[in-house]
C-alpha cells in the first residue's frame, strides 16, 4: 500500500496552511503494526532483557538482550510513539486495539531508571532518555521522569572536552584518542531537554559548540557527506584522523551516519533557531536524497559500497523519514513552502519505499531490511530503532497536519 500525499503548487498554498491531502492508505498506519507489538511488548513478557536486534542467521526473532546496551531506551519509547498515535487520532479504525500504550511504556521504563547512575553506553546518554522526554510530553509532573533526565544530562555533559569542544562519544584505552561519531549529534537534545528543566545554560553552550566543531570536522566541504569517526587529541584539541567504524570505507558515506547528521542539526536549528544549522540540514539532507534510488527510495547502508543490489539498510531510510518530516516543518516555520513541500514528499517517497521492501508479517520487528553492522556480518535484519523511528515518522506527519487522520484508510 501506498501513502500519497498531495501537494499544491507553493503559490496557493498559505504559509500558515497545510498541504492539502488527496488520499494516504500505508502500511505506515496498518492495525498489522498493532498485532504485532501487542505481543513483543506485552507486559508479561517482561524481563530484565530488551528486544534490541535481530541476527542475520534468526531475522525474525528478536534478540533479547541485558539492558546495558545503547539501543535499550527505544523499545519503550516506541510504544510511547503507539499512546501518541491514538492520541493524535483518536478515532481511526486502525489504531484500534485494547491496548494500554502508555502503561506499557512505563513499565518498560522502569528498568532503565537505575542507568542514570551510570552505565557503559558513552555519549548514547540522549538515546536512553527518550522514554523519559516521552513521559514528559504526556505528564510534564512526573517528578521521576525530571530526574531520570537531568541525571543522564550530566552523565554526557561529564564527557565535554572543552579543548576539543565536544562529549566524547566512545571511550579509547588511550586517553588522549578523543573519539567522536556523527551520531553524537541526536543525544545533543537531552542537553535542551534537561536545560528547559533546570535552566542551566551550560548545556546548551556544550550542545552549540559539539555542533560546531562537528560542522567543521565532520563534513566533507565538497558534498557534505559525513565521515562516520573523527579521532581528535584530548589535550591538544587537534584532528588526528577521520575514519569509519560501521561504513565501507574511510572515505564512504555510510548511509545512517548521514541520516544522524540530517536530524541532529534539524534539532539544533529548532532548539536555537541559528541559519547555520538549517543550512547544514539542508546540505546533509541533500547528500542523501541525491544518493537514494529514485525507483526504490530505500537507501543502502553505505552510498558507496558495492553490490548490485546493494544491502539496503531500512533504519537509516526510517532516520531520514523522521529528519526529513522535521525539516519540512522547519522550513514552513520559516514560509519556505517549496522547501517544505519538497521535504515532505521526499519523506514519504523513503517511508513508501522500506514499506515496500520491509514488510513480513512474520517477523518480530515491523521492518526487515535493517543493517545494524555490516562490518560484524549483522544486516538483513530488525532494528528497535527502525522499528521507532518509522513508527514516529508517520506520526510527526499526521501531529504536523501533513496527513490527515481521515485519509488513513484501514
Ligand atoms: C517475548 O516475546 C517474544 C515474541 O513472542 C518471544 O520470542 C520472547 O522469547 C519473549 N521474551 C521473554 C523474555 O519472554
Ligand atoms: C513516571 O515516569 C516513570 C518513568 O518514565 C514511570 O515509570 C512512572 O510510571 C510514571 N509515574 C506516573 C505516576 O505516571
Ligand atoms: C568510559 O569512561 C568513563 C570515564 O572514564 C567511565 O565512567 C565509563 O564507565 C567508561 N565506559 C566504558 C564502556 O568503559
Ligand atoms: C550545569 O551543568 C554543568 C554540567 O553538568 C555543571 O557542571 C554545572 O554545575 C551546572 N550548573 C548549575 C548551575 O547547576
Ligand atoms: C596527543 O598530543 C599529546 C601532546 O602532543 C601526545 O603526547 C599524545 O600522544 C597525543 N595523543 C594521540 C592519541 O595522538
Ligand atoms: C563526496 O565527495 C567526496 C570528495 O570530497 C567523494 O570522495 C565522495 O565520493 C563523495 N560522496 C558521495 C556520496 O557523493
Ligand atoms: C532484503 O532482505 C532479504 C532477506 O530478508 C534479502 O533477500 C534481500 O536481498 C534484501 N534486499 C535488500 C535490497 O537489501
Ligand atoms: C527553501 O528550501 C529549499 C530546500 O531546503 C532551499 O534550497 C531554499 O533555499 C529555501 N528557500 C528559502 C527562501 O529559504
Redesign the pocket.
Known amino acids: 500500500m501506498q501513502l500519497f500525499v498531495g501537494l499544491l503548487l507553493a503559490s496557493s498554498v498559505l504559509w500558515s496552511g497545510r498541504a492539502n491531502i488527496v488520499h494516504s492508505t500505508s502500511d505506515v498506519y496498518s492495525p498489522l503494526i498493532s498485532s504485532k507489538l501487542k ?2 511488548t ?1 507486559p ?4 530484565a ?1 530488551y ?1 534490541q536486534v535481530t541476527d542475520h542467521g534468526n531475522p525474525a ?2 534478540q ?1 538482550l541485558d539492558i546495558n546496551q545503547w539501543t535499550t531506551g527505544f523499545f519503550p519509547a516506541t510504544m510511547y510513539e503507539m499512546a501518541r498515535r491514538k492520541t493524535l487520532c483518536p478515532n481511526s479504525p486502525n489504531f484500534e486495539d485494547n491496548v494500554d500504550w502508555l502503561e506499557r511504556g512505563r513499565i518498560w521504563s522502569e528498568a532503565i531508571l537505575p542507568m542514570d547512575n551510570g552505565n557503559a553506553q558513552g555519549h548514547d546518554q540522549g538515546f536512553l532518555s527518550l522514554p523519559f522526554v516521552a513521559e514528559l510530553a504526556v505528564n510534564p509532573a512526573n517528578q521521576t521522569a525530571i530526574t531520570a533526565i537531568n541525571k543522564f544530562a550530566i552523565l554526557l555533559a561529564d564527557r565535554f572536552n572543552p579543548i576539543v569542544g565536544c562529549t566524547r562519544s566512545w571511550n579509547s584505552t588511550d586517553p588522549t584518542d578523543f573519539q567522536v561519531i556523527i551520531d553524537n549529534m541526536v543525544n545533543l537534545d537531552l542537553f535542551f531537554a534537561s536545560a528547559d528543566l533546570t535552566g542551566n545554560k551550560t548545556l546548551i553552550d556544550m550542545a552549540t559548540s559539539h555542533a560546531d566543531v562537528t560542522i567543521k570536522n565532520h563534513f566533507r566541504p565538497s558534498n557534505y557527506s559525513t565521515w562516520h569517526v573523527v579521532h581528535y587529541n584530548a589535550t591538544t584539541g587537534a584532528v588526528i584522523e577521520k575514519v569509519t567504524s560501521q561504513g565501507y570505507a574511510d572515505w564512504s558515506t555510510w548511509s545512517r551516519g548521514q541520516s544522524w547528521a540530517m536530524l541532529g542539526y534539524g534539532n539544533m536549528y529548532r532548539r536555537t533557531g541559528a541559519q547555520r544549522y538549517l543550512e547544514t540540514a539542508r546540505l546533509a539532507s541533500k547528500l542523501y536524497l541525491d544518493n537514494v534510488p529514485t525507483n526504490t527510495f530505500v537507501p543502502a547502508w553505505d552510498f558507496n559500497a558495492p553490490g548490485d543490489p546493494a544491502t539496503a539498510d531500512t533504519s537509516a531510510g526510517a532516520i531520514a523519514a523522521t529528519a526529513l518530516v522535521q525539516l519540512a516543518t522547519l522550513e514552513r516555520s520559516i514560509k519556505n513552502i517549496t522547501g517544505s513541500d519538497y521535504y515532505v514528499n521526499a519523506a514519504v517517497n523513503l517511508l513508501n519505499g522500506i514499506s515496500n521492501l520491509a514488510w513480513r508479517p512474520t517477523w ?1 520487528s515491523l521492518l526487515s531490511n535493517g543493517t545494524a553492522n555490516y562490518p560484524v556480518g549483522n544486516f538483513q535484519t530488525g532494528i528497535v530503532y527502525g522499528d521507532y523511528y518509522y513508527i514516529k515518522a508517520g506520526n510527526d506527519l499526521i501531529a504536523n497536519d501533513y496527513i490527515s487522520c481521515e485519509s488513513i484508510a484501514k
Open positions: 505481543i513483543t506485552n508479561s513478557n517482561y524481563s532483557l528486544p526473532r528478536w533479547y518480530d
